[in-house]
Antibody, heavy 113, light 110 residues
Framework: QVQLVESGGGLVPPGRSLRLSCAVS????????MHWVRQAPGKGLEWVAF????????YCADSVKGRFTISRDNSKDTLYLQMDSLRVEDTALYYC??????WGQGTQVTVSS | QSALTQPASVSGSPGQSIAISCTGT?????????VSWYQQHPGKVPKLMIY???NRPSGVSNRFSGSKSGNTASLTISGLQAEDEADYYC??????????FGTGTKVTVL
């Protein structure tokens, strides 16, 4: 069955970096557009970034532009989100998902001093 | 990119029909037929209910339907059931090649 498993979250002080990973199985990863979406505690969903199936096209939300980079390794069936210059307002549960509606369980990122 | 506008809450009695609106601009909702809807129960992962304005993924009840008129998309739930009580979010593709979610609507079954 389709599985998406995020990892790499944690507690970091402002200004530091984290790299999230999303390992997928059960479908042909290299054929699918992938997204990152986040949800701050008690808040709504916020779209973060997406990447085309071949990795050549990438787009990010204005709130993370210049700080976050989405990438993928189709040979490893893995999606990444490199998060630099983290801010307190980046604190959220980060989900990876396919365009077809499959979601992971999320990984928690907490930015606090 | 500003969030799409949804009513904070919508309620209805079991068996009734309700509609949730999602208002954007000609640069997002009105410009593309790429509107999707997600259902999220408390503490759970969101679930795709509608994609491309009015298409249901396999396994989603036909009580859920989507539509769009101008810059406003809508999700209609017919035959409201207790299990439909959840938060609902719309999402649209934008002219900047990005996506934007709505503000979210809490559906209450009276």
């Amino acid at each position: 069955q389709v599985q998406l498993v995020e990892s790499g979250g944690g507690l970091v002080p402002p200004g530091r970096s984290l790299r999230l990973s999303c390992a997928v199985s059960g479908f042909t990863f290299s054929s699918h557009v992938m997204h990152w979406v986040r949800q701050a505690p008690g808040k709504g969903l916020e779209w973060v970034a997406f990447i085309s199936s071949d990795g050549n096209n990438k787009y990010c939300a204005d709130s993370v532009k210049g700080r976050f980079t989405i990438s993928r390794d189709n040979s490893k069936d893995t999606l990444y989100l490199q998060m630099d210059s983290l801010r307190v307002e980046d604190t959220a549960l980060y989900y990876c998902l396919t365009a077809g509606g499959y979601w992971g369980q999320g990984t928690q990122v907490t930015v606090s001093s | 990119q500003s969030a799409l506008t949804q009513p904070a809450s919508v309620s209805g009695s079991p068996g009734q029909s309700i509609a949730i609106s999602c208002t954007g601009t000609s640069s997002d909702v009105g410009g593309y037929d790429y509107v999707s809807w997600y259902q999220q129960h408390p503490g759970k992962v969101p679930k795709l209910m509608i994609y491309d304005v009015n298409n249901r993924p396999s396994g989603v009840s036909n009580r859920f339907s989507g539509s769009k008129s101008g810059n406003t998309a809508s999700l209609t739930i017919s035959g409201l059931q207790a299990e439909d009580e959840a938060d609902y979010y719309c999402c649209s593709y934008t002219s900047s090649s990005t996506f934007v979610f709505g503000t979210g609507t809490k559906v209450t079954v009276l």
